[in-house]
């Protein structure tokens, strides 16, 4: 099985590329960006050296789905999918802020509150809670986008404070990331899940606020099955989830977490084909449908160029 991990693509009207962790994105006239969802995969801030199959087509195909599923919450930047591993939309000018909203305290928000954390970007949190315990509510934990290296944590007053985001906006941007969070529970139980935290990012584009990016993938999400999460939660046992943290393990088992030092350990080819087949699991448990493995024996370039342009001609 053939994967997508770097591109190098000429269309109507490109004016530049952004090639990010996993996801390339290119500007068109100024006013339309083609992202590209690559079959990269990252952990830790870095790129894994091996591609998994289908993982493009995959997050851009959820990410579809659920930005249509929440556009009655608040306008997005999608257009047109003309190619399953492709989203073309509106150019937005992106906040330098990454909005991470929590339903359950676990992952890195466990390991800081296990050291002994109790203020986490300025939210205060509870004494004596339990690892995959539900907050009392949602808390939005948000962190400063960085090009390269460390997204780092930052709270609410110095986003403001800064000059990061307005005030008028912040707000704005708060009272989405509740209202999608709520949706994207109630679309995770339907299918037997919880939607145990997530990321959403936002922009503006003729001075309106908009949801870029994508949504509710297991790249930006973290699901847990709902079935069995009381009685596990009860007996400290680790809980069975769907998401990208699995790989993180993984790498963690394997001496890796990108600290000075530490080698990455061999992606094997089965390895790979593994973490396809957990992405696609998430597909069908997420979205309730069969996933449809696209052909990846083909040229996924030629193809790539050859739908956008088709769809960005057809614009014109």
Same mark, same amino acid.
């Given at each position: ?79 047109? @999918? !003309? ?5 073309? +939309? ?5 906040? %330098?802020? #990454?909005? *991470?909203?929590? =339903? ?36 939005? @934990? !948000? ?5 390269? +290296? ?5 709270? %609410?007053? #110095?986003? *403001?404070?800064? =000059? ?153």
């Amino acid at each position: 099985m053939k994967a997508l991990t770097t591109t190098n693509f000429h269309f109507p009207g490109q004016k530049s590329v952004y090639h990010g962790k996993v996801r390339d994105v290119y500007d068109i006239d100024g006013d339309l960006l083609v992202m590209v969802a690559t079959d990269r995969i990252s952990a830790f801030d870095v790129i894994l050296p091996k591609g998994i199959p289908f993982k493009g087509q995959i997050l851009n195909q959820i990410a579809a789905k659920m930005l249509d599923s929440t556009s009655d919450i608040c306008p997005n930047w999608k257009l047109g @999918t !003309p190619d399953p591993m492709v989203t073309v +939309g509106l150019r937005c000018e992106g906040f %330098r802020v #990454e909005m *991470i909203i929590r =339903g359950i305290l676990t992952g890195s928000a466990w390991r800081a509150y296990e050291e002994g954390c109790r203020e986490l970007c300025g939210v205060r949190l509870p004494d004596g809670m339990r690892e995959n315990e539900r907050f009392p509510e949602p808390i939005i @934990t !948000p962190t400063t986008k960085a090009d390269e +290296g460390h997204d780092m944590n930052i709270s %609410r007053e #110095e986003i *403001i404070s800064t =000059g990061l985001v307005n005030a008028e906006d912040y707000a704005v941007m708060e009272e989405y990331t509740r209202k999608l969070f709520a949706r994207g529970q109630e679309i995770a139980a339907q299918r037997g899940l919880i939607l145990v935290d997530t990321k959403y990012e936002f922009g503006k584009h003729d001075g309106k606020v908009y949801l870029i990016d994508e949504i509710h993938t297991p790249d930006s999400s973290r699901y847990f099955y709902a079935d069995g999460y009381e009685e596990r939660f009860a007996k400290g046992e680790p809980q069975r989830q769907l998401s990208k943290e699995f790989v993180r393990q993984w790498l963690i088992e394997h001496d890796f977490m990108n600290e000075p030092g530490q080698t990455m350990p061999e992606i094997t080819d089965a390895y790979a084909e593994s973490v396809s087949d957990r992405y696609i699991e998430l597909y069908e448990h997420i979205t309730g449908e069969k996933f449809l493995k696209d052909d990846h024996a083909s040229d996924l370039s030629a193809r790539i160029e050859k739908n956008v342009s088709n769809y960005l001609s057809q614009r014109q």
